[in-house]
C-alpha cells in the first residue's frame, strides 16, 4: 500500500494531496454528522458535503494517477496545468459551498433563497469545468500519451476520462434543467449511502455511473490486460448503460433497490 500512495504522489503530487483533503473533509462531515441532528429533505445536513468529499476522493486520484500515463512532455504544458489548476480551483469552489450551506442548515443544490440560486447555477458551472477539464485529460491521453507504456491501457485511460467527462457533463445538465434530480415518486429518500429514490426516477444514478466511466474502463484492462477492441467495447457498452440509465430515470423508472 506504502508503494500505491508513493506511485500516486510521484504521477502528480497536487491531485495526490488533494485527495488527502478530500478524505479529511468525509471524515469531518462524518463527525459532524455524529452530533448534529438537523436534516435537510430528510437526510442529515452534512449528508451533502459528505457524499462530494467522497466522491472527489477517487476523482483527484484517478486523475493523479492519469497523469504518469501522459507523455512527460505533455505533463508539463499548458494544457496539462489547465487541467490541474481547473480542477482544484472548481472542485475547492464545490466542496468548500457546499460545507458552508451545511453548517448554515441550508440546501446548496436546488436552493429556494435568492443568494443559493445564484450560487447553484455558478456550482453547476463549477461542475461542468471539472467534468470538461477530465474530458480534456483523456484527449490528451489518447493524443498525447506515454507511447512507452501499453497502447490499450492508454486507450483504456483515455476513453474512461473522456466518456466520464461528456456524460458527465450530460447528465449533470438533466439534472439542473429538470430542477430536481427526481422524476415522480414520492420525494423520500433511498437507502444510504447515496439515498436514490425507490419509487421514483432519479437522475442521479445516470450521473453516478457516468463519471465513474473514469475507473470502469481502465479497470476492466487492469483485470483482464485484453487488447484495444474490447477495451473500446467495454468504453461502448458503460456508455450505453449510463444512457439507458438517464432515459430510465427520466420516465420515471426507480434504479435503487
Avoid at 508503494?3 to 504522489?9: F, G, K, M, P, S
Avoid at 472542485?91 to 443544490?109: C, D, K, N, T, V
Avoid at 476513453?159 to 467527462?165: E, F, M, N, Q, S
Wanted: aromatic letters at 12%; charged letters at 10%; a positive charge.
Amino acid at each position: 500500500m506504502s508503494a500505491l500512495v508513493a506511485e500516486l504522489h510521484r504521477r502528480q503530487r497536487a491531485l495526490a494531496w488533494a485527495g488527502w483533503v478530500a478524505l479529511g473533509c468525509l471524515l469531518l462531515s462524518l463527525a459532524a454528522m455524529a452530533v448534529d441532528s438537523r436534516q435537510i429533505y430528510g437526510v442529515s445536513v452534512w449528508t451533502k458535503p459528505a457524499k462530494f468529499a467522497a466522491s472527489f476522493i477517487p476523482w483527484f486520484w484517478t486523475l493523479a494517477w492519469a497523469w504518469g500515463v501522459l507523455a512527460p512532455a505533455a505533463r508539463r504544458g499548458a494544457l496539462a496545468g489547465l487541467v490541474l489548476w481547473g480542477t482544484l480551483a472548481a472542485a475547492l469552489f464545490e466542496q468548500g459551498w457546499i460545507s458552508f450551506r451545511a453548517a448554515a442548515g441550508l440546501p446548496s443544490h436546488f436552493a429556494g433563497d435568492p443568494l443559493g440560486q445564484v450560487m447553484f447555477t455558478l456550482m453547476g458551472i463549477g461542475a461542468t469545468v471539472l467534468v470538461a477539464l477530465a474530458g480534456l485529460l483523456g484527449l490528451l491521453v489518447l493524443a498525447r500519451g506515454d507511447a512507452a507504456q501499453p497502447r490499450p491501457w492508454r486507450l483504456a485511460v483515455g476513453l474512461g476520462l473522456l466518456v466520464a467527462g461528456v456524460l458527465g457533463g450530460v447528465t449533470g445538465f438533466a439534472m439542473g434543467n429538470a430542477g430536481s434530480p427526481l422524476v415522480g415518486g414520492s420525494g423520500m429518500p433511498g437507502f444510504p449511502p447515496f439515498f436514490w429514490s425507490r419509487d421514483g426516477g432519479d437522475l442521479r444514478v445516470a450521473h453516478f455511473l457516468a463519471i465513474h466511466a473514469m475507473q470502469a474502463v481502465p479497470g476492466f484492462w487492469l483485470l483482464t490486460r485484453a487488447g484495444a477492441w474490447p477495451v473500446g467495447l467495454v468504453a461502448m457498452g458503460w456508455t450505453g448503460v449510463s444512457v439507458a440509465a438517464l432515459w430510465l430515470a427520466q420516465a420515471g423508472v426507480p434504479l435503487s433497490p
